[in-house]
């Protein structure tokens, strides 16, 4: 069994050494856990929706993601609680409930839904694996988003949670 493990750490170490930089892919290293995503992907994708969601909300001074008080300073060993908590906060509150005639901006943001699905299925293996810590500071990070989020009427709520995946994308490009 120490042997199979050892040779999927191996495998995935060369793998993603020579094969993920020439597909544009990229590591995101949470504590323990090393994710393989599409970083360019979901830029590009935030990138095409990111003026007529922000245009939708209005309020810019206002912020769900603080990101000098939620996402900075996590202690790497709960980076990928945190992260997971997150990904499951877009999943199920923001992208499930976000609202608009716009077809071409519907698509989009299913698109990068997915892609949050895809880092799910990632980050699932390193739960099962108990490579992905929990702690106190995880979770009371969590909380205060959560707060800021649930001060707000629902779908403006939903509205500003969506504009600032860009909060988002940054601490991701930045967390190695």
């Not at 599409?38 to 590009?44: A, D, G, S, T």
């Not at 202690?75 to 877009?90: A, I, N, Q, S």
Request: proline share 1%; charged share 25%; glycine share 4%.
């Amino acid at each position: 069994m120490k042997g199979s493990f050892f040779s999927l750490c191996l495998f995935s170490t060369v793998f993603s050494q020579f094969v993920l930089p020439s597909s544009g892919l990229k590591r995101l290293h949470l504590g323990n856990c090393v994710l393989s995503l599409n970083f360019q992907e979901i830029r590009n994708e935030f990138l095409e929706i990111k003026e007529y969601v922000q245009a939708e909300d209005g309020n810019l001074d206002n912020r769900i993601l603080k990101s000098s008080e939620a996402l900075q300073d996590i202690k790497p060993t709960e980076r990928c609680c945190f992260f997971r908590h997150l990904l499951r906060f877009y999943l199920d509150r923001v992208f499930k409930n976000y609202q608009t005639s716009n077809h071409h901006i519907l698509r989009k943001v299913s698109s990068i839904a997915n892609s949050f699905l895809r880092i799910m299925k990632e980050l699932r293996f390193c739960h099962d694996h108990m490579t992905c810590h929990c702690g106190e500071e995880a979770k009371e990070k969590y909380s205060q988003i959560l707060n800021h989020f649930e001060e707000l009427n629902s779908q403006k709520a939903v509205i500003k949670a969506l504009g600032e995946l860009d909060i988002l994308l940054r601490w991701m490009e930045r967390t190695k």
